[in-house]
């Protein structure tokens, strides 16, 4: 089993930048699959990047792509999420999740674990 602590949102001017953050407890942290999701108020629960367990694979939604970067440190139990160029619709509660897995998946009911979420909002 595995606990998650999402820190590092905020607020930022549209096109600044934020570093999310996610650590983990437990000592099978490389086992895991990480993924970042993303809420909307009124919308449903949406896949952002996701990160395979040695962090050789990365995968993201095609409106991040090329601002946003997935990375982890499987030493320091902590995923990331450096989002550049922000947008007011990258707005929302992000979520840090795990998967006991080998395999990335985009939806959100394949994840097993999941963080409180850290609240991102940008201002245009």
């Known amino acids: 089993q595995v606990q998650l602590v999402e820190s590092g949102g905020g607020l930022v001017q549209a096109g600044g930048s934020l570093r999310l953050s996610c650590a983990a407890s437990?000592?099978?942290?490389?086992?895991?699959?990480l993924a970042w999701f993303r809420q909307a108020p009124g919308k449903e629960r949406e896949f952002v990047a996701a990160?395979?367990?040695?962090?050789?694979?990365?995968y993201y939604e095609d409106s991040v792509k090329g601002r946003f970067t997935i990375s982890r440190d499987n030493a320091e139990n902590t995923v990331y999420l450096q989002m550049n160029s922000l947008k007011p619709e990258d707005t929302a509660v992000y979520y840090c999740?795990?998967?006991?897995?080998?395999?990335?998946?985009?939806?959100?009911?394949?994840?097993?674990?999941w963080g409180q979420g850290t609240q991102v909002t940008v201002s245009s």
């Open positions: 990160i395979s367990r040695r962090g050789g694979r990365t």
């Open positions: 437990g000592r099978t942290f490389s086992s895991y699959v």
């Open positions: 999740a795990a998967r006991d897995s080998i395999e990335i998946r985009i939806r959100s009911r394949e994840y097993d674990y």
